[in-house]
C-alpha cells in the first residue's frame, strides 16, 4: 500500500528566505506526483504535476523536483512571501488516483 | 472557464440521516473523484468515475456510501444512515482525461457535520 510523508509537518520562516519541503512516498510505481496548496477552510489548488519520466517542474518561484526510484520529491519556494503561507501537500498517483501525505504547514512571517 | 463545484458548502445534520453531496466538473473533463480529508490529514480517496461508470470504488468505507455519475458530468455522493464519524470535509476533483493521464483539478469541498 502506498504511503506518503512530508517532512516536515510545520515550518516558519522569515520573509524572502529560500525553502525546501520534503515528500516521501514508498512504491516508485507511480504514473506522476502532483503539489498542491491549501489555504484554511478552502479546497486544494494545484501547484505543479510531474510526470514519472520527468525530473522537475518550475512555476514562478516554485521548482519541484522527482526521483522516482529513491521515492522522494522536493518543492524549493524562492524568495518567500507571507502569501505563501498555507498547507502544501504532496500526492501520488499510481494504482490509487492520489495518494496524500498530511501536509507541511508553512507560515511566512513578514 | 468554472471551475468544479459543490454543493452545499456546509451540510449539518443528525446521525443516522441521509445526506446527498453534489459536484460539478469542469466541462468536458471525463474523470471525477471524490475524497474525504479530515482534519489535520490530508484527503483519502474515495471512488473514481470515467464517464458514467464507476472506475474503482475501492475507496468506499461500507456500503453506507454510495456514488452515482448518470449523465458523465455531474456527481452525487450518497451517504446513508449517517455516523458522527463521517464527519469531515468531502471533496471533489476532475481531469480532463483519466488516471495516470492528467492533473485533478479539486473543488472547495463541502462539509459535513454530523451531530
Known amino acids: 500500500k502506498q504511503e506518503v510523508t512530508q517532512i516536515p509537518a510545520a515550518l516558519s520562516v522569515p520573509e524572502g528566505e529560500n525553502l525546501v519541503l520534503n515528500c516521501s512516498f514508498t512504491?516508485?510505481?507511480?504514473?506522476?506526483l502532483q503539489w498542491f496548496r491549501q489555504d484554511p477552510g478552502k479546497g486544494l489548488t494545484s501547484l505543479l504535476l510531474?510526470?514519472?519520466?520527468?525530473r522537475e517542474q518550475t512555476s514562478g518561484r516554485l521548482n519541484a523536483s522527482l526521483d522516482k526510484s529513491s521515492g522522494r520529491s522536493t518543492l524549493y519556494i524562492a524568495a518567500s512571501q507571507p502569501g505563501d503561507s498555507a498547507t502544501y501537500l504532496c500526492a501520488v498517483e499510481g494504482n490509487t488516483p492520489l495518494v496524500f501525505g498530511k501536509g507541511t504547514r508553512l507560515s511566512v512571517i513578514a | 472557464g468554472a471551475g468544479v463545484s459543490q454543493t452545499p458548502s456546509n451540510k449539518v445534520t443528525e446521525k443516522g440521516k441521509y445526506v446527498e453531496l453534489r459536484c460539478d466538473p469542469i466541462s468536458g473533463h471525463t474523470a471525477l473523484y471524490w475524497y474525504r480529508q479530515s482534519l489535520g490529514q490530508g484527503p483519502e480517496f474515495l471512488i473514481y468515475f470515467q464517464g458514467t461508470g464507476a472506475a474503482d470504488d475501492s475507496g468506499l468505507p461500507n456500503d453506507r456510501f454510495f456514488a452515482v455519475r448518470p449523465e458523465g458530468s455531474v456527481s452525487t455522493l450518497k451517504i446513508q444512515r449517517t455516523e458522527r464519524g463521517d464527519s469531515a470535509v468531502y471533496l471533489c476533483a476532475s481531469s480532463l482525461t483519466g488516471t495516470g493521464t492528467g492533473e485533478q483539478f479539486f473543488g472547495p469541498g463541502t462539509r459535513l457535520t454530523v451531530l
Open positions: 510531474i510526470q514519472s519520466s520527468q
Open positions: 512504491d516508485s510505481a507511480i504514473y506522476n
